[in-house]
């Protein structure tokens, strides 16, 4: 098994040193991190501010859990979070937030009784849980493995996170759970209708609808097209 990609573990981007030979360091602007593969072709950057936000959602929905609840506040300037979903627990709890009771988490190795510590094959068999877990509330999972999440290859978890994370809040997008969004019907548009459309795009409909009832004379969409023309 292969050592995966090496970077300082507990150092944000602004303590991580940038001279030759060190196993990670921080994109030019501040805000990324690069995390150095095995052959230069294989580096990656993490995005510091996902990381942050993502981490503190952790800490937020995953607070005062039973089996994991211990383990937390995750510290949001650091690398802690990719190294305690090792052991795939924390993933396969933010699943069950975001898409309640997908896992049956009596199938989980958890340290207990039974388990006094998680070895290698514990971790293997709740990481296959978690992807194909993923796999069925409809993230795609076709470049991670179980081994990629327990090297804590933190690119390919940062990604499963945020599929995941994405997948409970567009879930919340709902009518029934939020009955003022019939307020975004169009002109001579009927419910039936509004209600087929995809969340991404009740989303973007609810964000203009708060830009022209603030009078900005933008769309989100025209403030995208401006913000790419200006860079």
Request: glycine share 8%.
């Amino acid at each position: 098994m292969s050592a995966g990609p090496t970077r300082l573990r507990g150092l944000s981007s602004a303590a991580v040193p940038s001279s030759p030979g060190q196993p990670a360091q921080a994109a030019q602007g501040g805000g990324r991190i690069q995390i150095g593969g095995s052959t230069s072709s294989s580096a990656h950057t993490i995005n510091e501010d996902e990381r942050t936000e993502f981490t503190r959602h952790i800490n937020a929905v995953l607070a005062g859990d039973p089996d994991i609840g211990n383990k937390l506040p995750f510290a949001t300037d650091t690398f802690e979070m990719f190294d305690e979903c090792k052991d795939g627990l924390v993933l396969a709890k933010l699943i069950n937030d975001s898409v309640p009771d997908t896992i049956d988490e009596r199938v989980l190795n958890k340290v207990g009784k039974k388990i006094k510590t998680l070895n290698a094959f514990h971790m293997t068999e709740n990481n296959n849980i978690v992807i194909e877990s993923a796999k069925g509330i409809g993230c795609s999972v076709v470049n991670i493995g179980s081994g990629d999440i327990i090297e804590v290859r933190e690119h390919l978890i940062l990604g499963l996170i945020w599929q995941v994370i994405r997948r409970g809040l567009l879930g919340k997008i709902d009518i029934k759970l939020h009955p003022e969004l019939y307020r975004l019907l169009e002109d001579d548009e009927t419910l039936e209708q509004f209600l087929r459309l995809p969340p991404e795009q009740i989303l973007l409909r609810w964000f203009n609808y708060h830009l022209k009832n603030a009078k900005w004379h933008r769309t989100y969409v025209q403030v995208v097209a401006y913000m790419r023309s200006s860079c």
